[in-house]
């Protein structure tokens, strides 16, 4: 990403928190209701002040705890679940069933279940987390071994190679794209369920500290959670993205913004340069003549090209 | 540098065999044939005659419909190395490179690591491609992953050698130097040959025999693999007799 673009990405975030500043210390009322509303000085000293205080650290340990324990579970068995029911008939007609009835089940609407179920409530949070992640994965795992290039596996038995070996050889591999969409869902999910499993049966984290500061009607401390919570959402999913990158460098990938946004970005280059560089060295032969009534578009094209002795057929 | 000496091909034979996926229809009639070891024979025939069937009935992907199938006398009943296939495209694995591609059915076969390298090297240096070993399948041009899948499917020793239309995507000039190029490799390794196209001028330049799928008649070809026999009488008639029965 080149400097141009990070100023746009920084500048963006710099305005919206120049409006919201606007906003709450003018106490604008117009409809939408500012007055008691914190200002982001108001919200950045609160942080200030909380990011010195143990709790802080604890709390964002525990959130952290928490949903590396319940997002590395559901990575693992829905990954196993989803090739399972893609692979094996009985397992697809023992666990399909099952799995779409309980999918549509909201994570949180679990926490009773938990309670009913688990010793600890630490366990119960874990548990939640655990659930909203694993459907995710499972699903896009069973969508992307389906959707295996049959070749690939036929190769690999006619190779000799038994079915452990096409799973490890084949099917692992060839769905990890999928996969990691998949986790890529799953975690901002895990993030949405660990904050509020903490938020209804918490005694520490990140999720239980917001809601405490709502009761105790601390706003600037709600909103240094939100910070803190939109600050490791963000952290995580992009280790899970970067992973993912590392882990299908094989996949023939244009750059960012899509192979249609790449190539228009590139004709636009050029374009730039063509204008920008009005002046080329003259050239006396004629098809340089030829060329500048034209335009200076194959200049352009090759703006450090030498004039041509001779002219091209 | 050429590897241990080479396994006999295997005798492939079909005992009234009729095709056709388990949970699909059958194939109408079936094939009864006996390709002796070492010996290419060429599958020609209109689409949907079971060409692809006959191939993964042949390599143990498929069961028969009906009959048997058998490799030097033994019934075929599961695929295995003895049996490579080669597809038209798509079968090299993308997240391998182009060693690792041809490595695989050494490693399959549990051969040692230095080992595998030093075959892997020897079968890329003989497609022409010993300077494309770290690259990806994508980086390569189509007649480029052909020629891996047959470094691929050879690096392995199998006794007989499938190939689905194996350059039936590649355009006419590529095509005949990929022809070529089978020829040559084939040569010392022994290893019957099922070689299906859509392409008689193929057929006919490759095969010992030529196997009309439709109608299920096999014949000779006059002149196997001989590059300026195209015109000759004997491959006119063969020509004429193959277009006239498709």
Redesign the interface.
């Known amino acids: 990403m080149n400097a141009g673009r990070r100023l746009v990405r920084a500048g963006s975030l710099a305005a919206a928190l120049l409006l919201w500043q606007l906003l709450t210390s003018l106490d604008v009322n117009l409809w939408l209701r500012f007055e008691q509303f914190p200002t982001v000085v108001e919200v950045a000293s609160a942080f200030a002040d909380r990011v010195g205080t143990t709790t802080y650290w604890q709390d964002l340990g525990h959130s952290l705890g928490r949903i590396t324990v319940g997002f590395l579970l559901a990575a693992v068995l829905g990954v196993a679940a989803g090739t399972a029911v893609a692979r094996s008939r009985w397992a697809a007609d023992l666990l399909g069933p099952l799995v779409e009835v309980v999918r549509p089940v909201p994570a949180i609407a679990l926490v009773p279940v938990a309670i009913l179920l688990l010793p600890t409530n630490e366990q119960g949070i874990v548990f939640i987390t655990f659930t909203a992640a694993f459907f995710p994965v499972l699903v896009s795992t069973r969508h992307a071994v389906r959707a295996l290039t049959p070749a690939w596996e036929e190769a690999v038995l006619t190779m000799g190679g038994g079915r452990l070996r096409v799973l490890r050889s084949v099917v692992l591999p060839g769905a990890l794209p999928g996969v990691f969409g998949g986790l890529s869902v799953g975690i901002g999910v895990a993030w949405i369920c660990v904050i509020s499993a903490e938020m209804i049966s918490g005694e520490y984290g990140v999720g239980y500290r917001t809601w405490q500061d709502y009761t105790v009607v601390d706003y600037p401390g709600v909103f240094v959670g939100m910070a803190t919570i939109g600050g490791l959402g963000w952290l995580t999913s992009t280790a899970v993205e970067f992973l993912g990158r590392r882990a299908t460098s094989w996949l023939p990938r244009p750059t960012a913004g899509g192979a249609a946004g790449t190539s228009r970005a590139l004709f636009r280059r050029a374009a730039r340069v063509t204008r920008t560089t009005p002046e080329f060295p003259a050239h006396s032969d004629t098809d340089a003549d030829a060329g500048a009534k034209a335009g200076v578009l194959a200049d352009a094209a090759a703006p450090t090209a030498v004039p041509r002795k001779e002219p091209v057929p | 540098m050429s590897p241990a000496p080479a396994p006999a091909g295997a005798e492939l034979t079909l005992d009234a065999v009729r095709l056709g996926h388990p949970d699909g229809a059958a194939i109408p009639g079936t094939v009864t044939l006996s390709i002796p070891p070492g010996e290419l024979l060429a599958v020609v025939g209109p689409s949907g005659c079971g060409k692809s069937t006959l191939l ?1 009935t042949l ?3 498929l069961p028969p419909r009906e009959g048997t199938v058998r490799q030097d006398g033994q019934p075929i009943d599961r ?7 080669v ?1 038209q495209h ?2 090299l ?4 490179t182009v060693r690792a591609n041809v490595e ?2 050494l490693a ?2 549990r051969v040692p690591r230095a080992e595998r390298r030093r075959s892997a090297a020897d079968w890329l240096d003989r497609v022409g491609l010993a300077g494309h070993a770290h690259k ?1 399948p ?1 980086q390569l041009s189509g007649g480029q992953r052909q020629r891996v899948q047959l470094a ?1 499917a050879l690096a ?1 020793r199998p006794r007989a050698v ?1 190939m689905d239309e194996p350059f039936g995507a590649l355009d006419a000039h590529t095509r005949a130097g990929m022809q070529d190029l089978l020829v040559e490799i084939l040569r010392g390794t022994g290893a019957t040959v099922v070689f299906v196209t859509h392409d008689v001028d193929e057929a006919l330049h490759l095969g010992d025999r030529v196997l009309r799928l439709g109608s299920g008649q096999v014949m000779g070809v006059p002149h196997p693999r001989e590059r300026d026999a195209r015109t000759a009488p004997g491959t006119e008639e063969a020509r004429r007799r193959i277009l006239e029965s498709l």
Do not use: S
């Open positions: 993964r390599a143990g992907l695929p295995a190395a003895d049996r490579a296939l597809f798509d079968a694995l993308p997240w391998r695989l059915p399959i076969r990806l994508h691929r392995g499938l």
